[in-house]
């Protein structure tokens, strides 16, 4: 399972990194003092207990009550997680963030692969455009939604002006109008914005394939889409797994582009889960309800972790 | 610092370094080089797009049937920013600020928890590391809600302090992943001849650690500054004030106020403005983003 390392080896190109090391060098290394190092560590424990522990704990207890932005709370029982079930405000968010996904996903996925298949090699040039690849990447989300608000406007964006210099003049519909518009819009943004992200990742992950099994398949006279079905695909499970977990981790917690981009428009079609809790808890101001929201939604990625989480383990245990 | 994995980035030091071995040559050099400036052109066209609008004339950013160039430039759009809100100059002010105190904050903690994390054992310490991979989990949206709460309880609501202690803190786990594994990297022998040299914890940090750790830390601030400086959602929720809003909030206004009839050309400059220091940045120290977003493998 050599091809699996790449997170470990990676994190910096040597071995010495590897949690095994440090775990020696702490037994065996000179007399450690528990004070010293437990001061060492106390100011980022103690921000962590405020601004995280302290928030979480609050927000099991706030699920259970009916808590207002002011005055009294009281206690509701699970009625916030059965009112939840039942609602369309949320049960339609949850919907639609399924469906960004199923499509964002793949799409980062195909694009990644893609991109990364074709500037890993060292040649003249692949350098350059790995970095323009890469380029909207370090883009805030917001700014690249309302970078993109605009590229697609009908009246003054660029894109629907190439298309008519091309002919296709009946694109003048705003396409964020509809709900597949809208959805296809943000999607296309994001495709640009992250794609970078995921070619990075899957660029590791092919340099860990040794080189000898492509010399080897390429001698048995193995054609490209075979040489990508039997070698590459397989060798880069992994990294296919990681970049699924990590890229519907966070188009689960979609918000800021459809915050900027649609405003959940059309007739609130366009509302994720991250969106309707936000609406429930700042504009409703119904707290509790908000929380117990908030708790499922941390529950959901709490199970997507803990596989990241044995996927990356296996891969250091080889 | 330079690593397989962030060597092929840092474009021009490789670009023409070692020719191609026959075998990576999938597609002839021709198609190869036009898919390439293809895609190339895809990524990199709608900010450039961008950036020749914001110094069009407002007029022309306004007009129908765009052109691609500006007929004459102006700064006219940039200028427009001051009259957005309490002026632009209050938030870039603000997010510099929100943006210094996050990188200086998450160094100083990442790289001393780091430390402790690293070559020191104590109590409790496997059920705090424990916590903090939670954190990796359950990020700052899913616990938005009772966040808020507890903020405005300690009096750091709709305050710049207490949006840059919160992103300090969500920025800790990543930022402590990196740390320790730089402070793992440090041989044991040099460790053990400054203990006989009679070294303190604190002079071991400071002059034996801190130098050989530099690399972590440079990719730590990085990644804590593009964090504070793009983040949107804590600081909408978490800021009232239109006078306290960070660079990204503060585009809201450039749509809310004048819905209906949006200012291109201004918006175009806003985006420029709170996009380009992240461009540069990119530019100088690329190398250390994709080390460090390699070494996370998250994010």
């Given at each position: 399972?050599a091809e699996?390392?790449?997170?470990?080896?990676?994190?910096?190109?040597?071995?010495?990194?590897?949690?095994?090391?440090?775990?020696?060098?702490?037994?065996?290394?000179?007399?450690?003092?528990?004070?010293?190092?437990?001061?060492?560590?106390?100011?980022?424990?103690?921000?962590?207990?405020?601004?995280?522990?302290?928030?979480?704990?609050?927000?099991?207890?706030?699920?259970?009550?009916?808590?207002?932005?002011?005055?009294?709370?009281?206690?509701?029982?699970?009625?916030?997680?059965?009112?939840?079930?039942?609602?369309?405000?949320?049960?339609?968010?949850?919907?639609?963030?399924?469906?960004?996904?199923?499509?964002?996903?793949?799409?980062?996925?195909?694009?990644?692969?893609?991109?990364?298949s074709?500037?890993k090699a060292k040649?003249?040039?692949?350098?350059?455009?790995?970095?323009?690849?890469?380029?909207?990447?370090?883009?805030?989300?917001?700014?690249?939604?309302?970078?993109?608000?605009?590229?697609?406007?009908?009246?003054?964006?660029?894109?629907?002006?190439?298309?008519?210099?091309?002919?296709?003049?009946?694109?003048?519909?705003?396409?964020?109008?509809?709900?597949?518009?809208?959805?296809?819009?943000?999607?296309?943004?994001?495709?640009?914005?992250?794609?970078?992200?995921?070619?990075?990742?899957?660029?590791?992950?092919m340099q860990t394939i040794p080189d000898d099994i492509v010399e080897a398949a390429r001698v048995d006279g193995a054609g490209r889409w075979r040489m990508l079905r039997s070698i590459t695909l397989p060798l880069l499970?992994?990294?296919?797994?990681?970049?699924?977990?990590?890229?519907?981790?966070?188009?689960?917690?979609?918000?800021?582009?459809?915050?900027?981009?649609?405003?959940?428009?059309?007739?609130?079609?366009?509302?994720?889960?991250?969106?309707?809790?936000?609406?429930?808890?700042?504009?409703?101001?119904?707290?509790?309800?908000?929380?117990?929201?908030?708790?499922?939604?941390?529950?959901?990625?709490?199970?997507?972790?803990?596989?990241?989480?044995?996927?990356?383990?296996?891969?250091?245990?080889? | 610092?330079?690593?397989?994995?962030?060597?092929?980035?840092?474009?021009?030091?490789?670009?023409?370094?070692?020719p191609a071995s026959p075998r990576n040559r999938l597609l002839p050099?021709?198609?190869?080089?036009?898919?390439?400036?293809?895609?190339?052109?895809?990524?990199?066209?709608?900010?450039?797009?961008?950036?020749?609008?914001?110094?069009?004339?407002?007029?022309?950013?306004?007009?129908?049937?765009?052109?691609?160039?500006?007929?004459?430039?102006?700064?006219?759009?940039?200028?427009?920013?001051?009259?957005?809100?309490?002026?632009?100059?209050?938030?870039?002010?603000?997010?510099?600020?929100?943006?210094?105190?996050?990188?200086?904050?998450?160094?100083?903690?990442?790289?001393?928890?780091?430390?402790?994390?690293?070559?020191?054992?104590?109590?409790?310490?496997?059920?705090?590391?424990?916590?903090?991979?939670?954190?990796?989990?359950?990020?700052?949206?899913?616990?938005?809600?009772?966040?808020?709460?507890?903020?405005?309880?300690?009096?750091?609501?709709?305050?710049?302090?207490?949006?840059?202690?919160?992103?300090?803190?969500?920025?800790?786990?990543?930022?402590?992943?990196?740390?320790?594994?730089?402070?793992?990297?440090?041989?044991?022998?040099?460790?053990?001849?400054?203990?006989?040299?009679?070294?303190?914890?604190?002079?071991?940090?400071?002059?034996?650690?801190?130098?050989?750790?530099?690399?972590?830390?440079?990719?730590?601030?990085?990644?804590?500054?593009?964090?504070?400086?793009?983040?949107?959602?804590?600081?909408?929720?978490?800021?009232?004030?239109?006078?306290?809003?960070?660079?990204?909030?503060?585009?809201?206004?450039?749509?809310?106020?004048?819905?209906?009839?949006?200012?291109?050309?201004?918006?175009?400059?806003?985006?420029?403005?709170?996009?380009?220091?992240?461009?540069?940045?990119?530019?100088?120290?690329?190398?250390?983003?994709?080390?460090?977003?390699?070494?996370?493998?998250?994010?």
């Amino acid at each position: 399972m050599a091809e699996t390392k790449e997170i470990a080896v990676n994190s910096s190109g040597r071995k010495a990194l590897a949690p095994r090391s440090s775990r020696r060098s702490r037994r065996s290394g000179p007399r450690r003092s528990q004070t010293v190092g437990a001061l060492w560590a106390a100011p980022a424990l103690i921000m962590v207990a405020i601004f995280f522990v302290l928030p979480v704990i609050y927000m099991v207890y706030m699920s259970f009550q009916n808590w207002p932005l002011l005055g009294e709370h009281t206690f509701v029982g699970l009625r916030n997680y059965t009112d939840a079930l039942q609602d369309p405000r949320f049960l339609e968010p949850v919907k639609f963030t399924l469906v960004y996904t199923l499509l964002i996903v793949p799409a980062l996925l195909v694009a990644g692969l893609g991109m990364a298949s074709l500037v890993k090699a060292k040649r003249r040039g692949s350098g350059l455009f790995r970095t323009l690849f890469f380029l909207p990447v370090v883009v805030g989300f917001a700014a690249a939604g309302y970078l993109w608000l605009w590229f697609v406007n009908p009246r003054v964006g660029p894109l629907p002006q190439i298309l008519r210099d091309l002919g296709f003049g009946t694109l003048q519909d705003p396409w964020l109008g509809t709900t597949s518009g809208a959805l296809l819009v943000v999607c296309l943004m994001v495709l640009w914005k992250f794609s970078g992200f995921t070619m990075l990742l899957f660029m590791t992950g092919m340099q860990t394939i040794p080189d000898d099994i492509v010399e080897a398949a390429r001698v048995d006279g193995a054609g490209r889409w075979r040489m990508l079905r039997s070698i590459t695909l397989p060798l880069l499970r992994r990294t296919i797994a990681l970049v699924v977990i990590l890229t519907t981790a966070g188009s689960l917690l979609a918000f800021d582009q459809f915050f900027v981009m649609t405003r959940g428009g059309p007739n609130n079609h366009t509302i994720t889960v991250v969106y309707a809790i936000y609406r429930q808890s700042f504009s409703s101001f119904r707290l509790g309800y908000g929380a117990a929201l908030s708790v499922m939604l941390a529950l959901v990625l709490l199970v997507i972790s803990a596989i990241q989480l044995r996927l990356l383990r296996s891969d250091d245990d080889d | 610092m330079t690593t397989s994995a962030t060597e092929p980035l840092a474009g021009a030091t490789t670009a023409s370094s070692s020719p191609a071995s026959p075998r990576n040559r999938l597609l002839p050099a021709s198609a190869w080089w036009i898919i390439c400036t293809c895609l190339a052109i895809l990524f990199v066209s709608p900010l450039l797009i961008s950036l020749l609008s914001s110094l069009k004339t407002p007029a022309a950013a306004q007009a129908e049937n765009p052109t691609l160039l500006p007929d004459q430039f102006s700064t006219e759009n940039y200028q427009a920013l001051q009259g957005v809100g309490v002026g632009i100059g209050s938030y870039i002010t603000n997010s510099v600020l929100v943006a210094l105190g996050t990188v200086i904050g998450t160094v100083i903690l990442a790289t001393t928890a780091g430390y402790g994390f690293e070559k020191y054992g104590f109590f409790g310490r496997r059920t705090a590391f424990m916590v903090i991979i939670a954190m990796l989990m359950i990020p700052f949206q899913a616990v938005v809600t009772p966040l808020y709460i507890v903020l405005n309880k300690l009096g750091l609501h709709n305050s710049l302090t207490g949006l840059t202690l919160v992103y300090i803190t969500y920025q800790l786990p990543f930022a402590l992943f990196v740390m320790r594994n730089a402070f793992a990297a440090v041989p044991l022998a040099l460790e053990e001849a400054a203990l006989m040299d009679g070294a303190s914890s604190v002079r071991m940090f400071r002059q034996v650690m801190l130098p050989l750790v530099r690399p972590g830390v440079i990719t730590v601030a990085l990644f804590a500054f593009f964090a504070a400086w793009n983040e949107f959602f804590a600081a909408l929720i978490l800021l009232n004030d239109q006078s306290k809003y960070t660079l990204p909030v503060a585009l809201t206004l450039l749509q809310g106020s004048l819905l209906g009839q949006i200012s291109w050309g201004t918006l175009q400059a806003g985006v420029m403005v709170s996009m380009i220091p992240c461009v540069i940045i990119y530019a100088v120290l690329q190398r250390y983003y994709v080390a460090g977003m390699l070494s996370g493998g998250i994010k």
